[in-house]
């Protein structure tokens, strides 16, 4: 049932276009495994082994503080409607840090220039593997539209207000390891 790819191919793009979540997964050698469920609003695709994302603020920074440790990343993306398929993208991942050039560059180039208020990082995958499978395990679900506290909780709390929180929230991972979130 699996099939294995070397990069994206058109029909691969098509799937990706027509999902609306996606998730990241990734382990320090300890510790423990992370696996994050994300819009796919923010996610781009770069060419055929390079995607994007614009990481936006949450409870945690999980994925930053492995990235920095081990750059292992995986993203999977799985049909919750219309035809069944998984596809996982297999690669090493790393973030992109807010106030560097990079990140000005990438935010010009794939969001028109603008964050939404919360973007905390980037991140980018060079993935070498793309792996496909059935997916007749997964349910079928109807997508009805984007959450609105993301945005309204980062207006309540407003600029200093976020960053206060990154201070607070996402400076180290759950076990320890820091995420190089406020060393910028």
């Given at each position: ?35 994050s469920p ?63 050039t990079e ?82």
């Amino acid at each position: 049932m699996a099939k294995q790819f070397p990069r994206l191919e058109s029909h691969h793009h098509r799937f990706i276009a027509e999902q609306h979540m996606f998730f990241t997964a990734t382990a320090a050698p300890n510790g423990r495994v992370n696996m994050s469920p994300r819009s796919t609003d923010m996610f781009r695709v770069l060419d055929d082994n390079t995607v994007l994302y614009l990481d936006r603020t949450g409870s945690g920074n999980e994925t930053a503080a492995h990235l920095a440790i081990n750059p292992r990343l995986t993203i999977m993306f799985c049909a919750l409607a219309g035809p069944p398929l998984i596809m996982r993208l297999y690669g090493h991942g790393r973030v992109i840090h807010r106030k560097s050039t990079e990140f000005a560059a990438l935010l010009a180039q794939h969001y028109g220039g603008q964050a939404p208020l919360g973007a905390r990082q980037m991140v980018m995958l060079d993935f070498d593997l793309v792996q496909t499978s059935c997916g007749y395990g997964v349910p079928l679900f109807e997508y009805q539209d984007e959450r609105p506290q993301m945005d309204a909780w980062a207006r309540a709390k407003g600029v200093d207000g976020i960053e206060d929180y990154w201070r607070q929230k996402n400076q180290t991972s759950m076990d320890g390891f820091p995420t190089g979130l406020m060393d910028q």
